[in-house]
């Protein structure tokens, strides 16, 4: 029985996007994890994250959304997120990634009336 990819928790954590995306490194997560850890009241990696200053509100929105879409049971939705994240990890093709994702949010405006919420917020930055 083959495997379906979006089970796998750590490759979809939070914490594994934020730091493909380069918004933190894996020290800071693996601190703030520790830190978790310790507490005794549940609180969310991310808004720990947010809390200690290490991330952005914006960015941590950008994760779940990038989240979101990673394990969504729609193909299309799972391959935007997935080149929106590898875009995000390399310093080279951030002007190429802006393309992408305003032509990518066109066309799947004009085929379904809606934008890909993570495409719809960094194309904001882009522009910028």
């Given at each position: 029985m083959k495997r379906d990819p979006r089970d796998d928790t750590e490759v979809y954590s939070i914490g594994t996007i934020l730091v493909k995306m380069r918004a933190t490194t894996r020290e800071s997560l693996e601190?703030?994890?520790r830190e978790q850890s310790r507490m005794t009241e549940d609180e969310l990696v991310g808004a720990l994250l947010v809390r200690a200053g290490?991330?952005?509100e914006e960015q941590l929105e950008v994760a779940l959304s990038a989240q979101a879409g990673l394990r969504s049971s729609k193909p299309?939705?799972?391959a935007l997120a997935a080149a929106d994240l590898a875009c995000r990890s390399s310093e080279k093709v951030r002007s190429l990634a802006g393309l992408l994702r305003?032509?990518?949010?066109?066309v799947r405006?004009?085929?379904t009336g809606e934008e890909f919420p993570a495409v719809q917020m960094l194309g904001k930055k882009d522009t910028q």
């Open positions: 601190a703030v994890l290490i991330i952005t299309h939705v799972r305003r032509a990518v949010s066109e405006k004009k085929r």
